[in-house]
């Protein structure tokens, strides 16, 4: 069985070995119910407008059984400041935007809790951006999942992003903006997930026990800890979207791995 898995930087992020991460532990689970080994392809996503044409083309390059498309935060939850200058000073913010991003996205910077820690300080006083907002995010969500479905046996389950009870270091006020964006977003998933047949999962809210266990030290990737139980969910997941597609006692269920 194949498996392309759009997810997060959870599934790259860090020194951690393969074995012990999330898609790695779901793609185990669902070998063992599928009992033949499962591939798992991983792929990274930016919810513009190049997205869904890009699905397309991986559902033509690499014919998966099934597809994991997975909602990261980021894209509609994180507050970017150098992002806020853009949008307010044209060129000379986009640059510093452009900047901030790429120095965001290297591992010394994304798992070092020093410059997470001061990163935050500087949210709190100065004001940020995100990347888009939720309704753009779920448009261009719903049109990837219909590049999806365009491929008849294909199985698709949709995750939604880990939802924490507070964000670490923030305010009040900007916890409550989180909160708000973060089921926004979820809503407007079910909805679309509900109207195209599609099963869509999201983890129960992260507590502020779970974070002392699952989040790293910088508080912005999953510790092993995090990473199995995200693994488990999810794994039990697509092992629930497969059987709903395909249930073991239906006559002339197709084989695993026919789309190929």
Known sequence: MRVIRVGTSNDYAGPMPEAQRAWKIAEQILAEHADEPVE???????????????????????????????????????????????????????????????????????DNRWTRLGTRALARAVPGATHFTVPE???????????????????????GSDDWVRLPMASKRRNRRDATRTAEMARAL?????RLNVPYRQRAKLTVEDLKTEVNAAQWHNTPAGERLAGEFDGAAMVEAWQSAYPPDLAGRPSVGSNR
Not at 73 to 84: C, D, I
Not at 137 to 159: N, Q, S
Not at 190 to 194: A, L, N, S, V, W
Request: charge should be positive.
């Open 190 to 194: 079910r909805t679309i997930c509900d």
């Open 40 to 110: 798992t392809i991983l792929k990274r996503a930016w919810p513009s407008a190049a997205l869904p044409p890009l699905v397309e083309r991986w559902m033509d390059e690499y014919q998966p059984d099934m597809v994991v498309l997975q909602v990261n935060w980021f894209w509609y939850g994180y507050e970017s400041t150098p992002l806020w200058f853009e949008r307010r000073f044209g060129k000379t913010g986009a640059r510093l935007s452009s900047a901030g991003l790429k120095v965001g996205n290297t591992p010394w910077f994304a």
């Open 137 to 159: 995010v779920a448009a261009t969500m719903e049109a990837a999942m219909r590049k999806v479905l365009a491929h008849e046996g294909v199985v698709l389950l949709v995750r």
